[in-house]
Every structure is written in structure tokens, then in C-alpha cells.
């Protein structure tokens, strides 16, 4: 189904209203479960900013119910979510996800990846410890059992510009409707006040 101008507008705007109400994360879940796929991903992507931040703070308590969620075991390809950083400048990315044996491995593709590296990490479940117990994680520190087919060559998020960007780094998320998630990125435990929403019209 492809997306109007007007209906894309209304759901991002709709969103944002609902974050300036300090809307529930229910009433946030069901206003975007009501959109098309596609609008769902025009309205995370509207989201810029401290909005980005604000959406994560709205969404505790929403848990990711599984790693499968994440990347149903069903699709065996490439998994491409949309990203949307709260950064004020290169905030467009994409991170791609992939089934390596019982393990799902991921990067980051954006402008950037020639200087910061292809940033690899490896999905998580729940660790059930702080900064964030209940929530399924992407951990930058654990290196991925293999490099999947046609993609960028690993590099170790410790090495040269990468360091500055991904070593020690969990990124922590939480659910916010169907195809739509919202993470928070930590180094060492510490909060780094950095925010991302990811999603992908399913």
C-alpha cells in the first residue's frame, strides 16, 4: 500500500501530539497499530530529536516479547529496519539483521560507516541486570560468529574511529507497535543520552 502525503503527515503528527500529551505507551501502541505499515514507518521517522528520547521514556514497561520478534525466524534473508537517531545531524541509518545459526547478528549501514566502521553486534535477550533487566539489547562488545554473505568486513568496534563510537556500547529496547521499536545506548552501564527508533512496514 503506498502512503499519501496527507495520511503519512497525520500519523507522524499524531505521534508527536501524543508525546507532547505524555500520552500511555497503550494509547501510543494502538494510534500506531492503527496506520498502514508503511505510515507506522513515516511515523517513527518523523520523530527527530529529543522526541526520539521522549518516545523511549513514554514506552517503559513494553518490553520486546522475544528475539523472534525482532527478526521472525521465518525470514532468512536480510531483516532492514529504517532508523531514525536523535542526533541533529547524519540521523538517517539503517540496521540490518540476520540469522547466523541460534544467533541473530546485525550492523549498522549509514553515510558514515567508510570513517565509524560497520559497527557489528550481536542481539541479546534479557540479561535480567541493571541498566535495564527486562529489555532485549544490541551488544557492540561481543564480536559475531561469522560475516554473513555480502556483507561489510568485520571490524572490531575497538579499532581505529570505531572505538569512539561503538566500543563497550549495549543499546537497550523497548516495543512501541507492530514493526516499530525505540532503543537507548549505554557504554559500560552509562547512560549516554543517545536515542533511536527503528522500523520496517510489516
Known amino acids: 500500500m503506498s502512503v499519501t502525503a496527507s495520511t503519512a503527515t497525520a500519523g507522524s503528527t499524531s505521534l508527536r501530539q501524543l508525546l507532547a500529551d505524555r ?28 522526541w526520539v528520547g521522549r518516545l523511549y521514556e ?24 529504517e532508523g531514525r537517531n536523535s542526533l541533529p545531524l547524519f540521523s538517517r541509518f539503517q540496521k540490518r539483521f540476520t540469522r547466523m545459526g541460534s544467533s541473530i547478528v546485525g550492523y549498522n549501514h549509514q553515510t558514515m560507516s567508510f570513517v565509524t566502521g560497520p559497527g557489528y553486534f550481536v542481539v541479546k535477550p534479557p540479561s535480567g541486570t541493571a541498566p535495564a533487566p527486562e529489555e532485549l539489547y544490541f551488544d557492540y562488545t561481543e564480536p559475531p560468529p561469522g560475516e554473513p554473505a555480502g556483507w561489510p568486513a568485520y571490524k572490531p568496534n575497538t579499532a581505529g574511529f570505531s572505538r569512539a563510537v561503538y566500543a563497550d556500547m549495549k543499546d537497550y529496547m523497548r516495543r512501541v507497535a507492530r514493526g516499530v521499536i525505540v532503543g537507548k545506548a549505554y557504554k559500560k552501564g552509562i547512560d549516554q543520552g543517545a536515542y533511536f527508533s527503528l522500523s520496517r512496514a510489516v
Not at 497503550?26 to 527527530?48: F, G, K
Not at 513514554?58 to 529496519?81: F, H, Q, R
Open 58 to 81: 513514554a514506552m517503559e514497561g513494553s518490553p520486546l516479547s522475544s528475539l523472534d520478534e525482532l527478526a521472525p525466524p521465518a525470514e532468512t534473508g536480510v531483516i532492514i529496519y
Open 23 to 50: 500520552a500511555s505507551a497503550a494509547e501510543i501502541t494502538r494510534t500506531l497499530d492503527a496506520l498502514s505499515p508503511e505510515e507506522r514507518v513515516e511515523a517513527a521517522l518523523a520523530v527527530t530529536g529529543k
